[in-house]
Every structure is written in structure tokens, then in C-alpha cells.
């Protein structure tokens, strides 16, 4: 850590930000005792922990309804390999279980769920990811367990 001037007018900013960076410390050094434990491998890296930490804080978590289940895998892939990857959402983001409002677009983009190469309006407005949902195909609830 870096020395603060404890005679500035506004000192406790600095014990705030210090606050903050140790409470963030501490939940790093528990990540990775348990990683450590449950043999998870790569570990995270301290910069990448808190970058990751500060795009979840930063999202809306608005509750709607009871959590869903983490268990489910989506649809496997029809087996034909994408010649690019397709941006998808943090596996936190996406499998948080909360509010994941729908949004109707003007314009049709491809169904970010793998193996599906359809064409949809529909938008999840909290990944950013276009989704089919219609009454032959959900890829909207599968995208989301």
C-alpha cells in the first residue's frame, strides 16, 4: 500500500479505499485456499479477482422469483466448429438466476447459444446477447441455467 497524507483535508477517504482493498484482499485469500482445497486449477490472479469482482458489483441484481438450479448444461453443440467465437456473457452474469428482462430489437442477430445458427429479434437486455424464443425452440431459458 501506498502512504497517505494523514493532514489532508479529506483523510478518510483513504481509510475508506484501504477499507475496501483489504476486504478484497481477504475474500482473494480465500479463493484461493479453497481453489487450493477443491483443487481448482488455474487459480485467479489477484488484478483478474478483483476485475471480475467489480463487473458483478457493478451489474443489477434485482431479484425476480426463486434462484434457479447451476446443474443444467446447455445444449450440446451439432458438432461443427464456429470459425469465431461468440461473445458471451461471464458464467456468473449469465447463471445468476435473476432478473434477465427480454427486449424486442429491430434488427435480427444470430443465437449466441452454441449449437443453435438461427436468426432472432430477441435480446436478453442484461447479457446483451440475442436469444431465440419462440414455440419451437427456448434458447433463452437454456442459455440461462
Not at 422469483?65 to 470459425?83: I, M, N, Y
Amino acid at each position: 500500500m501506498y502512504r497517505f497524507p494523514l493532514k489532508a483535508k479529506r483523510w478518510y477517504v483513504y481509510i475508506f479505499y484501504y477499507t475496501i482493498h483489504m476486504m478484497v484482499v481477504n475474500a482473494w485469500l480465500r479463493y484461493r485456499k479453497h481453489a487450493q482445497l477443491l483443487q481448482v486449477k488455474p487459480v485467479m490472479k489477484l488484478a483478474v479477482f478483483q476485475a471480475r469482482l467489480a463487473s458483478q458489483l457493478v451489474l443489477p441484481t434485482v431479484t425476480v422469483g426463486r434462484p434457479r438450479s447451476l446443474s443444467v448444461s446447455p445444449r450440446p453443440t451439432s458438432g461443427s466448429t464456429a470459425q469465431y467465437r461468440r461473445k458471451v456473457p461471464p458464467r456468473e452474469t449469465r447463471l445468476d438466476g435473476l432478473y434477465h428482462p427480454q427486449e424486442y430489437s429491430s434488427t435480427r442477430n444470430r443465437c449466441k447459444l452454441n449449437g443453435c445458427d438461427s436468426l432472432t429479434y430477441v435480446k436478453c437486455r442484461k447479457c446483451d446477447s440475442y436469444l431465440c424464443f419462440n414455440k419451437d425452440r427456448n434458447c433463452f431459458a437454456l442459455f440461462h441455467q
